[in-house]
């Protein structure tokens, strides 16, 4: 079946720091894999995606690299901003168009 | 141009009433989504439109969960009669195109069934 697994929560980092939140996912196919972030109050949002094996997604300083020998899709980001405080979801997309998220990971940016 | 948008944001009912929640998606998208998530859990499928038809509604947990889409324009999902677990946050998305088209998110209602 498909799943994700994602980095359990909460992160709290200081601002500037490095920040790596860990996905993993099973699917049968060939997915395109995705970083969705939600800020307060808002909807979710699309934050960079990967469609085939190597492709690395990147957006707003954020990259993570779709990697199907580990079947992993890690976020990244060198230095986060007390702005990057969300909650980020890890996706996978099948053929058949439906999105399977994972749990979300709420990270907090202090001054 | 206006994104998804969803009503009420918040919705606080008793169990075993009914309540209905809104979704207008953004205007020219046939794709039409409804996801749950529930408290810490991951967001789950529930269903998706392609225009009025239910294209694949597997996610739809039981038939407490009623979805129409009727015109192929807004789509309504009604809970009758409500559970406590029913509790959590309702996204809806809509797309133009199947495949690659990006999913466009609403913010969400959140239902908390006491």
Known sequence: GNSVTQMEGPVTLSEEAFLTINCTYTATGYPSLFWYVQYPGEGLQLLLKATKADDKGSNKGFEATYRKETTSFHLEKGSVQVSDSAVYFCALLTGANNLFFGTGTRLTVIP | ?114
């Open chain 2, 1 to 114: 141009e206006a994104g998804v948008t969803q009503f009420p944001s918040h919705s606080v009912i008793e169990k075993g009433q009914t309540v209905t929640l809104r979704c207008d998606p953004i205007s020219g998208h046939d794709n039409l989504y409804w996801y749950r998530r529930v408290m810490g859990k991951e967001i789950k499928f529930l269903l998706h439109f392609v225009k009025e038809s239910k294209q694949d509604e597997s996610g739809m947990p039981n038939n407490r969960f009623l979805a129409e889409r009727t015109g192929g324009t807004y789509s309504t999902l009604k809970v009758q009669p409500a559970e406590l677990e029913d509790s959590g946050v309702y996204f809806c998305a809509s797309s133009q195109e199947l495949g690659n088209s990006p999913l466009h998110f609403g913010n969400g209602t959140r239902l908390t069934v006491t």
